[in-house]
């Protein structure tokens, strides 16, 4: 179950990225955080919004039906992957960067690095 979306009119079928993206340039630009928001500092902000993530796993290794099941747990990760995403769109905001034209052309290359016809078997290199 996720408990997050049971009960929210807000989910990722209404939001574009673009909606996204200009509630985090409001948020930071009513609050006069632009001067901190640099690529520098959104970088580290991402790798360290990333190390509390894996801070919930340290020490205990929860499985996935645990995570889906309960809710304390569920609502810590949600909220680190909020983090994460948050200085994500801010970073996009700061380099003027097109997130799905980004993802559309990672995925290209993904699909070329990682083709089917030696990947669709389910085994994993490293290429
Ligand atoms: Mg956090």
Redo the contacts with the bound molecule.
């Keep these: 179950m996720n408990f997050e979306k049971s009960n929210s009119i807000f989910n990722d079928s209404n939001q574009t990225i673009s909606f996204l993206k200009k509630e985090v340039e409001k948020f930071v630009k009513d609050r006069k955080w632009n001067k901190y928001h640099t690529p520098k500092e959104l970088a580290q902000a991402i790798s360290?919004?990333s190390a509390?993530?894996l801070e919930l796993f340290l020490f205990k290794s929860p499985s996935l039906e645990e995570i889906l099941n309960n809710p304390n747990i569920f609502s810590n990760i949600s909220?680190?992957f909020a983090?994460?995403f948050i200085y994500l769109l801010s970073f996009a905001n700061a380099i003027n960067l097109d997130l799905s034209y980004a993802f559309q052309k990672k995925m290209e290359k993904n699909r070329k690095k990682y083709p089917l016809s030696e990947f669709s078997n389910g085994t994993y290199k490293k290429k």
Excluded: C, M, R
């Design positions: 360290i919004e509390e993530l909220e680190e983090d994460i």
